[in-house]
C-alpha cells in the first residue's frame, strides 16, 4: 500500500473565502481554507469518489445506491457554456492619475439577446479554480459560471432549466444594464445560481472631484462599469453550493439596482440572497419565499449584507456619489424563513446601512440587528416569530427583537439612527419575570443612563440610540427584559412608564402569549402582512425605470398580477 506524506500549514491557503480565515463546525476560527487530495487510488472509501489511472486509461469510481448496468458516466470540460459580449479593455492607468482623464472607450455593448427554453447541465466543477475578491465582503467568487453575460444590455434569460451544473449558474460581469433573469429552475448546482459583479476604479484624486460638475456623457461607460438595473424575477432556485459553501441563490458585489420579484429560494449552505456591498444601493426584494438556509455554516442569515467600504459611483444622472449617499434598499412582503443554522431572516452585518425592511414575515428568526457601525436601518411593520430555543451550530439562539451586536448603536448624525416601530415579535421563551430579552445591546457605550421626571420624582431609566415605537411584543410571562451590556431592567419599568416621550418606546405594548390561539393569530396576521394592498400598483410605482417587457395581466381569480413578456 503506498504511504502518503503531506507537509503543510493549516494557517495558510485556501480560496474560498475573502477574508483568508474559515471557521470550522466546532466554531473555531482558523487561518487557512479547506485542503483538498485528488486522485489518490488508496483513498477512495466513499460514494462518487473516482481515481483515474493515466497509464492504464482506467477510471475507477465507487458507485453509489442510484448506479445500475445503465448508468452513463458524463465528465465535463467546460466551466463556460455561453459567453455573451466580451470584458471591457483595461484602462491600463498609473496609480496617480485622475478620474477626468480620457482612456480608451469600453467595447459596444451586445444588445437584445434571448436564452430560452434550454437545458444547461454538466459543466465542470470550478471551486479549485482561482477567485477574486469582488469587494470588502466575506466572498471570494471565480469568473465562470454556465452563462456569462460581459458588457450587455437588455439581454433575457428565460424559461430555461439549470441542473447538475458544477460551477456558477449564470455570471453577470462588469456592465449589465437591465438583464432579465425570469421564470428559471436552478437545481443542484456546485456554486452560486446567480451571481453579479462589477468593476470600480481606484479611489485616486478623490480630492480633486468637483462631485456638483457632470461627468462627461462619453466617459459614462467607464465609469458605469458594473451591473445595473437586474430583474431577477420568478425563480426557483434549489440545492445550491453542492461544492462551495459560500454560495447563494442570488449573490451581488459592486453591483445597483437589483429587483427580486416573486422568487423561491431554498436549500442552500448559506444566505440565500447575498449582497456583499452597498455599491449604490436601490435594491428591492419583493414577494420572495426563502427557507432552509445555512444549512452548512452558521453566523448567517437567509438574506446577508455587507457595507465595509465606501464606494464613488456614477449615479444615473451622471454626477458622482459617494456611498453612503446612496439610494436606500427595500425589502418588503417577504416570507423568510430562519431556520437552519440561520440567526435573523435579515443579517444587517457589519456596517450594513440603509435599508427599509417592512411588512414581512420573520418566522424563527430575531428582528432588527445592528452591528460594526451600521446605519440608517427602517424596521416597520413586520412580524417576528423567535424559537431560541432551537440550538444552532455555534450554540447561538436566535436573536431578540432589537439586536445590537459590537459597536451597534453608534450614529454620527440623528438621521442616520435605526428606527424599530410599528412590528409584532413574538419571543417563545422564558417563563419567569426578567427572563426574555426583548431588546440586547451588546455595548453598554451604546446606551445611556438618563435622568427623568416621573411622578414627582427624579429617576432615573436606561436609554439605548434605536429609535423605538409603536411595537408589539409577546413573551410568555407577559414581561420582557431589556440588557445594555451587563445591565439588566424591566421592559415595562424602563421603557415605557408614564412619561413616555421622554423615555425610549412611546406606544408600545407588551403581553404575555395564549399558546393555543397563537399559531392562528400569527397566520391570520401574516397573511394579512403578505397579501394586503394593491401589489400591482405598489411594485410599478418602486420599480426604478419601466421596461416593455413588464406587463400585467389578470389570473384566473380575477387579480391583477405581473408578469414578462
Known amino acids: 500500500m503506498k504511504h502518503l506524506n503531506i507537509s503543510f500549514n493549516p494557517h495558510i491557503g485556501g480560496n474560498q473565502g475573502a477574508r483568508g480565515w474559515f471557521v470550522n463546525a466546532t466554531g473555531q476560527c482558523l487561518g487557512g481554507g479547506d485542503y483538498f487530495i485528488e486522485n489518490f487510488k488508496e483513498?477512495?472509501?466513499?460514494?462518487?469518489?473516482?481515481?483515474?489511472?493515466?497509464?492504464?486509461?482506467?477510471?475507477?469510481?465507487?458507485?453509489?445506491?442510484?448506479?445500475?448496468d445503465n448508468t452513463a458516466v458524463v465528465i465535463p470540460k467546460l466551466d463556460i457554456l455561453f459567453t455573451i459580449g466580451k470584458k471591457a479593455e483595461e484602462n491600463n492607468r498609473e496609480k496617480n492619475q485622475e478620474f477626468n482623464d480620457t482612456t480608451p472607450p469600453h467595447p459596444v455593448p451586445v444588445k437584445a439577446v434571448t436564452i430560452a427554453n434550454l437545458k444547461l447541465r454538466d459543466a465542470r466543477p470550478t471551486f479549485l479554480d482561482p477567485h477574486g475578491v469582488p469587494s470588502a465582503g466575506d466572498w471570494a467568487l471565480q469568473q465562470s459560471a454556465a452563462i456569462l453575460l460581459q458588457n450587455t444590455e437588455r439581454v433575457t434569460i428565460q424559461d430555461n432549466l439549470f441542473k447538475r451544473l458544477d460551477g456558477n449558474g449564470i455570471l453577470l460581469l462588469n456592465s449589465n444594464v437591465e438583464t432579465l433573469i425570469s421564470r428559471n429552475e436552478f437545481a443542484f448546482i456546485g456554486d452560486t445560481a446567480m451571481a453579479a459583479w462589477g468593476?470600480?476604479?481606484?479611489?485616486?484624486?478623490?480630492?480633486?472631484?468637483?462631485?456638483?460638475?457632470?461627468?462627461?456623457?462619453?466617459?459614462?461607460?467607464?465609469?458605469?462599469?458594473?451591473?445595473?438595473?437586474?430583474?431577477?424575477?420568478h425563480n426557483v432556485v434549489r440545492e445550491v453550493g453542492y461544492y462551495?459553501?459560500?454560495?447563494?441563490?442570488?449573490?451581488?458585489?459592486?453591483?445597483?439596482?437589483?429587483?427580486?420579484?416573486?422568487?423561491?429560494?431554498?436549500?442552500?449552505?448559506?444566505?440565500?440572497?447575498?449582497?456583499?456591498?452597498?455599491?449604490?444601493?436601490?435594491?428591492?426584494?419583493?414577494?420572495?419565499?426563502?427557507?432552509?438556509?445555512?444549512?452548512?455554516?452558521?453566523?448567517?442569515?437567509?438574506?446577508?449584507?455587507?457595507d465595509r467600504m465606501p464606494f464613488l459611483y456614477l449615479s444615473e444622472s451622471g454626477t458622482w456619489q459617494l456611498a453612503p449617499e446612496q439610494l436606500p434598499n427595500t425589502i418588503a412582503k417577504n416570507f423568510i424563513l430562519a431556520n437552519g443554522n440561520a440567526m435573523v431572516s435579515i443579517?444587517?452585518?457589519?456596517?450594513?446601512?440603509?435599508?427599509?425592511?417592512?411588512?414581512?414575515?420573520?418566522?424563527?428568526?430575531?428582528?432588527?440587528?445592528?452591528?460594526?457601525?451600521?446605519?440608517?436601518?427602517?424596521?416597520?411593520?413586520?412580524l417576528i416569530v423567535s424559537y431560541p430555543e432551537v440550538?444552532?451550530?455555534?450554540?447561538?439562539?436566535?436573536?431578540?427583537?432589537?439586536?445590537?451586536?459590537?459597536?451597534?448603536?453608534?450614529?454620527?448624525?440623528?438621521?442616520?439612527?435605526?428606527?424599530?416601530?410599528?412590528?409584532?415579535c413574538i419571543r417563545m421563551e422564558g417563563k419567569t419575570n426578567h427572563s426574555t430579552p426583548v431588546i440586547k445591546v451588546q455595548d453598554a457605550r451604546a446606551c445611556s443612563h438618563e435622568k427623568i421626571?416621573?411622578?414627582?420624582?427624579?429617576?432615573?431609566?436606561?436609554?439605548?440610540?434605536?429609535?423605538?415605537?409603536?411595537?408589539?411584543?409577546?413573551?410568555?410571562?407577559?414581561?420582557?427584559?431589556?440588557?445594555?451590556g451587563s445591565d439588566k431592567v424591566d421592559w415595562q419599568t424602563n421603557f415605557v412608564g408614564k412619561d413616555?416621550?421622554?423615555?425610549?418606546?412611546?406606544?408600545?405594548?407588551?403581553?404575555?402569549?395564549?399558546?393555543?390561539?397563537?399559531?392562528?393569530?400569527?397566520?391570520?396576521?401574516?397573511?394579512?402582512?403578505?397579501?394586503?394592498?394593491?401589489?400591482?400598483?405598489?411594485?410599478?410605482?418602486?420599480?426604478?425605470?419601466?421596461?416593455?417587457?413588464?406587463?400585467?395581466?389578470?389570473?384566473?381569480?380575477?387579480?391583477?398580477?405581473?408578469?414578462?413578456?
Open 244 to 306: 462551495e459553501k459560500q454560495s447563494s441563490a442570488w449573490f451581488q458585489a459592486k453591483t445597483s439596482n437589483s429587483i427580486l420579484f416573486g422568487n423561491l429560494f431554498f436549500n442552500g449552505p448559506r444566505a440565500g440572497v447575498n449582497f456583499n456591498d452597498n455599491f449604490g444601493g436601490g435594491n428591492l426584494m419583493l414577494n420572495n419565499i426563502i427557507f432552509n438556509q445555512c444549512r452548512e455554516t452558521a453566523d448567517h442569515g437567509p438574506v446577508n449584507a455587507w
Open 347 to 382: 443579517d444587517n452585518d457589519d456596517g450594513s446601512g440603509f435599508f427599509e425592511i417592512h411588512s414581512n414575515f420573520f418566522p424563527s428568526s430575531g428582528g432588527l440587528k445592528n452591528d460594526f457601525g451600521g446605519r440608517a436601518k427602517v424596521f416597520d411593520n413586520n
Open 500 to 565: 413616555a416621550a421622554k423615555l425610549n418606546e412611546k406606544g408600545s405594548k407588551i403581553f404575555k402569549i395564549d399558546t393555543e390561539k397563537l399559531p392562528i393569530q400569527v397566520i391570520s396576521y401574516a397573511e394579512k402582512l403578505l397579501m394586503g394592498g394593491d401589489h400591482v400598483s405598489w411594485a410599478k410605482s418602486i420599480f426604478l425605470r419601466s421596461d416593455e417587457r413588464l406587463v400585467s395581466t389578470t389570473a384566473d381569480d380575477g387579480a391583477e398580477v405581473i408578469v414578462f413578456a
Open 391 to 424: 440550538t444552532q451550530l455555534f450554540g447561538w439562539k436566535s436573536y431578540p427583537c432589537v439586536q445590537m451586536d459590537i459597536d451597534g448603536g453608534f450614529y454620527t448624525k440623528p438621521e442616520l439612527k435605526d428606527i424599530f416601530r410599528n412590528n409584532v
Open 199 to 233: 468593476e470600480t476604479e481606484y479611489m485616486n484624486g478623490i480630492d480633486k472631484i468637483d462631485k456638483k460638475k457632470p461627468v462627461p456623457a462619453k466617459l459614462h461607460a467607464k465609469y458605469k462599469n458594473q451591473p445595473r438595473n437586474t430583474y431577477i424575477l
Open 43 to 68: 483513498a477512495l472509501d466513499f460514494p462518487n469518489e473516482f481515481y483515474f489511472d493515466a497509464d492504464r486509461k482506467k477510471l475507477y469510481v465507487v458507485a453509489n445506491s442510484t448506479w445500475d
Open 453 to 484: 421626571k416621573n411622578q414627582n420624582s427624579s429617576s432615573e431609566i436606561l436609554k439605548i440610540q434605536v429609535s423605538l415605537h409603536g411595537n408589539i411584543y409577546g413573551t410568555l410571562s407577559g414581561v420582557g427584559e431589556v440588557k445594555c
